[in-house]
């Protein structure tokens, strides 16, 4: 598939693994106390993430993924939630394959199990519930030319008991420029500049908001079921070379419920390699 077919619905060839590292960080000068955004007293809430996540092709329509990452976060009187994200496991099923079915999109459904994570859920600014749960997924695309690509994913996460489900819907557009400096370093490879643009929304099942960040009326060991929700729009640039491609996001949250009002950044470096050859580099 050309660059600008990136993660789900395509999937990489048999055999091969992509392996994709993270690093992001973001900051929220205010909170959305239930829907209502209202300007943070003492600080920003500052965040870093970093992430590792890994696909394998078992075969042309069937693949598995694994992940984990790490995440420093911090608030001032709010305490810190440093710690694991959660660990996440899954198999990927692509239904349908645009290049062997002209004029289809790609289609791709996956499940997947969801760690807990060793963060300290009992913050209102913590990054989830602090439980394991499952996901699942049902994601859509299309190339043209080889050189635009459209991508919508619906999915959903499930927890145990009291703590509410997450609805997700996240679309994605991607150019494909190759500019003829470009074109000659690369010297024939697949690749180029690629421009990229995202908005996701999440949704939440709960119905627990807190009315005031500062004093909270609710109990700590509440704060897992808290009702989070935002929207975020995204915008970013990539360079692809081969099989290895580098990109960088600039995000913000447009709207949210029991969040943050994050601005922040993200980058990437994701290597597309059979087994052996990611062995070797080992």
Request: proline share 5%; charged share 20%; net charge negative.
């Amino acid at each position: 598939m050309p660059a600008v077919a990136a993660d789900l619905p395509w999937l990489p060839p048999p055999a091969t693994a992509t392996v994709a590292f993270g690093f992001g960080e973001a900051s929220a000068e205010g909170f959305y106390g239930g829907t209502e955004e209202v300007e943070l007293s003492f600080g920003a809430i500052d965040t870093e993430v970093a992430s590792l996540r890994v696909t394998y092709s078992l075969t042309d329509n069937l693949a598995v993924d694994a992940g984990m990452g790490e995440e420093t976060g911090q608030a001032q009187v709010l305490g810190s939630v440093n710690g694991e994200t959660g660990a996440l496991a899954g198999l990927i099923w692509r239904l349908v394959n645009e290049q062997v079915s002209p004029g289809a999109p790609s289609v791709a459904l996956r499940v997947g199990w969801l760690g807990e994570g060793s963060y300290n859920a009992e913050r209102v600014h913590a990054r989830g519930p602090g439980v394991g749960g499952y996901d699942a997924s049902i994601s859509i695309g299309k190339v043209f030319r080889e050189a635009l690509s459209f991508s919508a994913t619906l999915g959903g996460r499930m927890h145990e008991d009291p703590i509410p489900a997450v609805m997700t819907a996240e679309v994605t557009a991607a150019l494909l420029m190759q500019p003829a400096t470009l074109d000659r370093i690369l010297g024939g490879m697949e690749g180029g500049v690629i421009l990229r643009a995202s908005y996701r929304r999440e949704f939440s099942t709960g119905d627990l908001d807190i009315a005031d960040p500062y004093t909270p009326k609710l109990r700590p060991s509440e704060f897992p079921e808290l009702a989070r929700e935002y929207s975020r729009g995204g915008v970013g640039m990539a360079i692809a070379a081969g099989a290895l491609e580098v990109s960088a996001e600039a995000f913000r949250y447009m709207g949210g419920r029991n969040v943050g009002n994050f601005t922040g950044v993200a980058a990437r470096a994701t290597l597309k390699a059979d087994l052996a050859t990611l062995l070797g580099l080992l």
